[in-house]
DNA sequence: TTATTAGTTCTGCAAAAAAAGAACTAAAAA
DNA sequence: TTTTTAGTTCTTTTTTTGCAGAACTAATAA
């Protein structure tokens, strides 16, 4: 298979496109995805300059921005000072996980809602209760989801 | 229960926080967290206007953001043209979903990902696999989980 | 020691998002 | 018909975010 520069291009803005939608600063999608697609897979700090064709200062912060979100990590080479930046494929159980904790953070809002209210409109408190209820079966079930993951890992190696 | 305006007041910022770092535009959150706390739990504009101290025109795009999410709508009363807007508590199964479309999304650019990427690096091909195998089990079993909800809904009524 | 490399941080500036206030609209009321 | 109500939309201002470029830092190299 070859592919050619502007067809990753292409790809490339289209991912920045995708996790521009939900919510990523702008440059975070295209290097993720300049990574997602990079031979090999881990880049060069001047190599990501050089392709996003942005400053160094907004590559180094839109780095330290993912590398919060532990969607990219780095690795080095012996005798050689340059950090080789890459998609942190191996954490990204952890980068789900960590998108859910808005779940827990809300249920934990809703809960204490349900605490302060009257019972004066036993309607709306139920239907209150019932998004708490949401909340903790998807916190409940985010385990199996990973233990179903698990099994299909092995499944299809 | 007495539940002081102050201590509402305090519980819709804290509320508003939570959005916030969720990415929710400022006022949405306060707005949201404004509704889950009324009593009745439904208020016309001019008490959003006022409770929140932001102008009308503040309110009415953030009234449209929320009914976009589904998270908010009104009803109304004979002979009364006020909307009443109320937190959409039925219709939070679709919230909820409808967050999840950035996984349909992302899965689908690491499925075009793994279509382009030469054979050269397995190992990362193979990690970039399993979060297509991750999304994949995220989209499998959220059907599963609104199973459970409505059991544990049944449950708890 | 001085110079170079590999970034990071700081200083503005430009663009985008959010808010205010005014102008507007549609329906109902007087 | 005019007025009021209940919002919406438009215009301007303010705030926030993102970026570039320069200055800086820490480590290596010459």
Chains 1, 2 share one sequence.
Not at 38 to 57: C, G, N, W, Y
């Amino acid at each position: 298979m070859i592919t050619t520069e502007a067809k990753i291009k292409e790809q490339v803005e289209k991912i920045g496109v995708v996790c521009d939608k939900d919510g990523f600063p702008p440059l975070a999608g295209r290097l993720l995805g300049f990574l997602m697609l990079a031979e090999p897979p881990h880049k060069t700090f001047d190599e990501m300059v050089d392709f996003l064709q942005a400053s160094k200062s907004a590559v180094s912060n839109t780095l330290k921005f993912l590398e919060a979100q532990k969607m990219v990590d780095y690795i080095t080479f012996a005798g050689d000072r340059k950090r080789y930046f890459r998609m942190n494929v191996e954490g990204w159980g952890q980068v789900v996980g960590q998108r859910l904790d808005f779940l827990v953070n809300m249920q934990e809002k809703v809960k204490e809602v349900l605490a302060i209210r009257t019972t004066d409109h036993p309607e709306f408190n139920q239907g209150l209760h019932n998004i708490y209820l949401l909340y903790q079966t998807f916190i409940d079930e985010l385990p199996r989801i990973i233990q179903k993951w698990e099994e299909a890992k092995k499944k299809h190696t």
